[in-house]
């Protein structure tokens, strides 16, 4: 699969205000500075979404046109950039309504055929993520963990966190990524073609 255009539609709170007809939807979603602004530039292979040093910056959801290619077949699909959360400095109402948009959003779109979690590397998961998986499985959500920032880290300590963060997300596979490398781009985009499809093996085997 390969992208060949993307473009910026809107920012939004609410799925009803996507308007985007019935275009399939990949939501990237993560803690605060995780990455998912870099991860969406590097695999649209230009610069769409907007990234910043400034944690937190994003409070919308930011809606992008796709256009791809597959096996010789063109297609569209809504790549949707979410605002980090977990990030320590905002205050608990913000948090709270970063919660109530987000759960919102992602159980009132039918359109969504996966959620991409971003998870930096170098962290361990805390009980935050741990309440995020939990509410994955519970509503039925399918995701796919991604693991950034892989150029930050040893070929053995990737290995070994890979594999524990596979049992703490129950077995569902992790996939590797650097925006600045490149690093999973191919594969990434290979599962994404799988999804869109019906067709992605998820459980590691
Ligand atoms: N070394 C390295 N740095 C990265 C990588 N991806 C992103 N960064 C850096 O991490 C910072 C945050 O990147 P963003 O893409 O803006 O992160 P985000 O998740 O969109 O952040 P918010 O929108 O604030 O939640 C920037 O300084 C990026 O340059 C990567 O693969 N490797
Ligand atoms: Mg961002």
């Given at each position: 699969?390969r992208?060949?255009?993307?473009?910026?539609i809107?920012?939004?709170?609410?799925?009803?205000?996507?308007?985007v007809?019935?275009?399939?939807?990949?939501?990237?979603v993560?803690?605060?500075?995780v990455g998912k602004s870099?991860?969406?530039?590097?695999?649209a292979?230009q610069?769409?979404a907007r990234?910043?040093?400034?944690?937190?910056a994003?409070?919308?959801?930011n809606?992008?046109?796709?256009?791809?290619?597959?096996?010789?077949?063109r297609?569209w699909?809504?790549?949707?950039d979410?605002?980090?959360?977990?990030?320590?400095?905002?205050?608990?109402?913000?948090?709270?309504?970063?919660r109530k948009?987000?759960?919102?959003?992602?159980?009132?779109?039918?359109?969504?055929?996966r959620?991409?979690?971003?998870?930096?590397?170098?962290?361990?998961?805390?009980?935050?993520?741990?309440?995020?998986?939990?509410?994955f499985?519970?509503?039925g959500l399918?995701?796919?963990p991604v693991?950034t920032?892989?150029?930050?880290?040893?070929?053995?300590?990737?290995a070994r966190?890979?594999?524990?963060?596979?049992?703490?997300?129950?077995g569902?596979?992790?996939?590797?990524f650097?925006?600045r490398t490149?690093?999973?781009?191919k594969?990434l985009?290979l599962h994404?073609?799988?999804?869109?499809?019906g067709?992605?093996a998820?459980?590691v085997?």
């Amino acid at each position: 699969m390969r992208i060949i255009d993307a473009t910026y539609i809107k920012s939004v709170r609410a799925a009803e205000d996507a308007e985007v007809g019935d275009l399939p939807e990949i939501c990237f979603v993560g803690r605060s500075n995780v990455g998912k602004s870099s991860l969406i530039n590097a695999l649209a292979a230009q610069r769409v979404a907007r990234t910043s040093s400034r944690p937190g910056a994003t409070r919308m959801i930011n809606l992008y046109k796709v256009l791809y290619e597959s096996k010789g077949r063109r297609g569209w699909v809504i790549f949707s950039d979410f605002p980090g959360f977990g990030y320590a400095r905002v205050s608990r109402e913000m948090a709270r309504d970063w919660r109530k948009m987000v759960e919102g959003y992602l159980l009132t779109n039918d359109r969504i055929k996966r959620v991409i979690w971003l998870f930096d590397v170098r962290r361990d998961p805390d009980e935050l993520d741990g309440m995020l998986v939990e509410w994955f499985l519970a509503k039925g959500l399918p995701f796919s963990p991604v693991l950034t920032k892989v150029d930050k880290e040893t070929q053995g300590n990737i290995a070994r966190k890979r594999r524990s963060f596979e049992a703490f997300v129950d077995g569902v596979r992790a996939h590797l990524f650097s925006s600045r490398t490149g690093h999973g781009k191919k594969e990434l985009l290979l599962h994404i073609r799988h999804v869109l499809h019906g067709e992605a093996a998820d459980k590691v085997s």
